[in-house]
């Protein structure tokens, strides 16, 4: 895979803030994962029965989820249940845009999120954007976002649960409510009032939000 074709599948990616490194899928065994996770939910994505973890926040204090399935793997010559992660995302609080905004109460931009590439393609980062927004967590978008950013949340505006703002953070105000993003995977095909890549215009975002 060239690096374009890796940045288009990357769903978020932030100039100055875009880690580059493809996670592994760590395993987890039960033991470790009930001593520093904390399970959020059981969901089923592509006829998969799968499990949403949550890291203890004594240990880091960002909010930091992971999305996998129990599976066995041979560890120190012994088969053991162990915990595979498909998705990890680190979200960061807003409190400067919640306490802006009357119309939200629980802002989250999304820092990082990556899928180990077997699982690319199978919509595992869409609904886990999903399910962060069906649990009354309002997503916001950075202020520059890749070709596979924009067609994410193009995609999920779209959606009949889900209603998309389109704020000024600087002036504190909304400036379209309810709309749908346009998508685009060129520089003169998305929606140039929230895509852009003049910094000048980094106060304008997207907020996701359930109806």
Do not use: C
Not at 103 to 117: G, R, V
Not at 147 to 152: E, K, L, P
Not at 155 to 183: F, M, N
């Amino acid at each position: 895979m060239n690096f374009r074709d890796m940045l288009n599948e990357m769903p978020v990616a932030v100039l100055g803030d875009w880690d580059n490194k493809i996670i592994k899928s760590p395993a987890k065994t039960k033991k470790v994962l009930q001593k520093y996770w904390e399970l959020q939910d059981k969901v089923v994505i592509n006829n998969r029965k799968l499990e949403i973890y949550k890291l203890d926040k004594k240990l880091d204090n960002q909010d930091t989820y992971i999305l996998g399935a129990w599976g066995y793997e041979e560890l120190n010559d012994e088969k053991k249940e162990v915990f595979i992660i498909i998705t990890k995302a680190v979200l960061l609080k807003r409190k400067d845009l919640t306490s802006q905004f009357k119309e939200f109460h629980n802002i989250y931009q999304m820092k990082k999120i990556n899928t180990i590439t077997e699982f690319r393609g199978d919509r595992f980062t869409k609904q886990f954007y999903m399910w962060f927004i069906s649990q009354k967590m309002e997503i916001v978008s950075d202020m520059v976002q890749y070709d596979g950013a924009r067609a994410m949340y193009s995609s999920l505006s779209k959606l009949p649960s889900i209603k998309a703002y389109i704020i000024d953070a600087y002036e504190k105000e909304i400036i379209k409510k309810d709309t749908i993003v346009k998508q685009g995977f060129d520089d003169w095909d998305f929606d140039e009032e929230v895509w852009s890549y003049d910094f000048k215009k980094s106060n304008i975002l997207i907020v996701l939000k359930a109806k």
